[in-house]
């Protein structure tokens, strides 16, 4: 059973901090890696993914992953109150191409 | 920026009737996905669809459940003699190549079955 799991949270963090966000999977043949933002009762937004080995950076938002460890993470420089919502971790393997989701980690920017 | 769009964004349906849920992938995308979320859960593969047929389908998507693409833009979700418990949020998405490309979802249809 491919799983991936995160820290449902909530995770607080006050505004102007970074927050860090985790997720681990369980498959070793995964290779592509997507977080998303989940406002309550919208949809997924795609805010980063990852592929390599390694950080990858896009304005205040750090996607890092680690392959032999299983795990990637999400990192938020200079949190905003409009930061709070939910973020899901996606995997994909490359023998399908589901999508497997974690729960999320419920994020909360306190001013 | 191009965006996927779903239709109705709320339907609500007796128990037993049979109902179809509408969306419209970004343009030049040619993969199409089905999920739901039912309320506090996590997010369900469904679907995955390609080259007008059937890619991928999970465990859930069983026989009361398919999907078409009509036309050139349409790509809709059926599901017929709905259950209590096929209410939830279902989200279509489509991406331009399915390897590892990211997946683009549209806002949602909240399914309610009474």
């Known amino acids: 059973q491919k799983e991936v799991e995160q820290n449902s949270g909530p995770l607080s963090v006050p505004e102007g901090a970074i927050a860090s966000l985790n997720c681990t999977y369980s498959?070793?043949?995964?290779?592509?890696f997507f977080w998303y933002r989940q406002y309550s009762g919208k949809s997924p937004e795609l805010i980063m993914f990852?592929?390599s080995n390694g950080d990858k950076e896009d304005g205040r938002f750090t996607a890092q992953l680690n392959k032999a460890s299983q795990y990637v993470s999400l990192l938020i420089r200079d949190s905003q109150p409009s930061d709070s919502a939910t973020y899901l971790c996606a995997v994909m393997t490359d023998s399908n191409y589901q999508l497997i989701w974690g729960a999320g980690t419920k994020l909360i920017i306190k001013p | 920026e191009p965006e996927v769009t779903q239709t109705p964004s709320h339907q609500v349906t007796q128990m037993g009737q049979e109902v179809i849920l509408r969306c419209v992938p970004i343009?030049?995308?040619?993969?199409f996905y089905w999920y739901r979320q039912i309320l506090g859960q996590k997010v369900e593969f469904l679907v995955s669809f390609y080259n007008n047929e059937i890619s991928e389908k999970s465990e859930i998507f069983d026989d009361q459940f398919s999907v078409e693409r009509p036309d050139g833009s349409n790509f809709t979700l059926k599901i017929r003699s709905t259950k209590l418990e096929d209410s939830a949020m279902y989200f279509c998405a489509s991406s331009e190549q399915n390897s590892n490309q990211p997946q683009h979802f549209g806002d949602g249809t909240r399914l309610s079955i009474l």
């Open positions: 990852i592929y």
């Open positions: 498959d070793r043949g995964s290779q592509s």
């Open positions: 343009s030049n995308h040619l993969y």
